[in-house]
């Protein structure tokens, strides 16, 4: 089993910035796929962006593509999410989620993952 804690939300005004991170403890954290899923309000739960274990694949959502980076340090038993150029409709709780490594990583699906973090406001303004 692996524990999941996000950080680094926050308040941004459109057109700024925030970087997530989520931290791993429990089982290898490079033997996971993971993930960033965001839910706002009223909305079902999306995708956001997956790396895939140990590193070398990254998958985007067509709404974040352009604007995200996300990267792992397998070293650390970090997730980050790096996101520029805010608008308000990225206004949603942000989750971390890891699955297991035999598990097709491009599987956007939120059920194919294993375990979630608690989440993390992000709130940008206009």
């Known amino acids: 089993q692996v524990q999941l804690v996000e950080s680094g939300g926050g308040l941004v005004q459109t057109g700024g910035s925030l970087r997530l991170s989520c931290a791993a403890s429990?089982?290898?954290?490079?033997?996971?796929?993971m993930g960033w899923f965001r839910q706002a309000p009223g909305k079902e739960r999306e995708f956001v962006a997956g790396v895939s274990w140990p590193g070398g694949s990254v998958l985007y959502a067509d709404s974040t593509k352009g604007r995200f980076t996300i990267s792992r340090d397998n070293t650390k038993n970090t997730l980050y999410l790096q996101m520029n150029s805010l608008k308000p409709e990225d206004t949603a709780v942000y989750y971390c989620?890891?699955?297991?490594?035999?598990?097709?990583?491009?599987?956007?699906?939120?059920?194919?993952?294993?375990?979630w973090g608690q989440g993390t406001q992000v709130t940008v303004s206009s």
């Open positions: 429990g089982r290898t954290f490079s033997s996971y796929h």
């Open positions: 989620a890891a699955k297991f490594w035999n598990k097709a990583y491009n599987d956007y699906n939120p059920q194919s993952y294993d375990y």
